[in-house]
């Protein structure tokens, strides 16, 4: 896979992609959750789980803190706000580590695919939290994003992802460093996308999105480069629709390695959780420039969001609804 073309690359995700049938019923086509929103961040959480919401996945859930719950549930009435989380300052003599995380844990098994990082900030309570919500996520092998304050776990404790193959990191240039530094790997030696092929491996499988002017991804066994045309404009929080992009994806992934619908079945897990991160990331790509050729200069995040759907059908393309 690695001399393919784009197109053969996209092709290959579009195989992944259900097809819209009345014999679906609600939630199969992808449950996911986006674990973050701080008090001070509540606009990442929501960008994420709306580009989910767009990509096509059947439930959108945030988990985040009361504070940013009340928030985020005036952006949108489509999401499925869950105010589970707490900041150390905002918990009450009656709550614990525990009680906050068994109640975000009790989630899970709803769930096709978690994303973690968004709006999450550094507090401790938040982190440990997500910490445990990792721990059992890899018992019951459901696929996990990192990003953001999410990656900062991957950087302090990555012995929480090491040998994780259901897990993917999504890098930028600084945040690649720190994970490199934390598994030793030198990254002032050899290729962009060799480097991030050496960092998957140190991490024992785990799939990286180094996020870049092109997008290096590799879990160590395939490497792809993603360099389709994006935006000039460098806004914070586009990395947010990627997040969702990525997990409506691997909730699709999910769907056809459970063969919800015939198709051929011939690729296998590692490929696939490879051209999900493809996917996403030329979806993104494709919005970012999207919503740059709309706004230019003035372009933020939220642009991206009204554009999720079109760069779905221009970059992959949507299937016919009888097969």
């Given at each position: ?244 992009s990525l997990a409506t994806l691997l909730a699709y992934r999910k769907a056809y390695h459970d063969k919800i619908w015939d ?61």
């Amino acid at each position: 896979m690695a001399n393919a073309t784009r197109k053969e690359i996209l092709g290959k995700v579009y195989k992944m992609i259900p097809p819209m049938l009345e014999s679906f019923h609600k939630g199969q086509l992808g449950r996911v959750a986006v674990i973050g929103g701080s008090e001070d961040y509540t606009g990442a959480p929501y960008f994420s789980a709306m580009a989910s919401a767009k990509l096509g996945c059947d439930m959108s859930h945030v988990i985040c803190e009361p504070g940013a719950g009340a928030v985020i549930k005036t952006y949108s009435p489509n999401l499925m706000v869950h105010p589970y989380m707490r900041q150390s300052k905002n918990l009450s003599s009656s709550e614990s580590l525990d009680s906050v995380s068994s109640e975000v844990l009790s989630m899970l098994s709803r769930l096709h695919v978690i994303v973690i990082g968004p709006g999450l900030g550094r507090d401790k309570l938040m982190q440990d939290t997500c910490a445990r919500v990792i721990e059992e996520a890899r018992k019951q092998g459901i696929p996990f994003v990192l990003d953001a304050d999410g990656l900062y776990l991957a950087q302090t404790r990555p012995e929480l992802v090491d040998g994780c193959t259901e897990c993917i990191l999504t890098p930028n240039v600084v945040e690649f460093g720190r994970l490199a530094k934390a598994k030793g790997v030198k990254i002032d030696e050899g290729k962009p996308e060799e480097l991030c092929s050496k960092l998957a491996k140190a991490f024992g499988g785990v799939t990286i999105i180094q996020k870049g002017a092109k997008d290096f991804i590799s879990n160590g066994k395939y490497t792809l480069v993603s360099d389709g045309e994006g935006g000039l404009k460098r806004s914070g929080g586009q990395g947010d629709t990627l997040t969702g992009s990525l997990a409506t994806l691997l909730a699709y992934r999910k769907a056809y390695h459970d063969k919800i619908w015939d198709h051929e079945g011939d690729i296998e897990p590692a490929e696939t959780l490879a051209l999900a991160a493809y996917g996403g990331s030329a979806v993104t790509r494709e919005c970012s420039r999207l919503a740059f050729k709309e706004k230019g200069r003035s372009l933020q995040a939220g642009d991206l969001t009204q554009h999720v759907h079109e760069a779905f059908l221009n970059v992959i393309g949507e299937k016919g609804s009888k097969l």
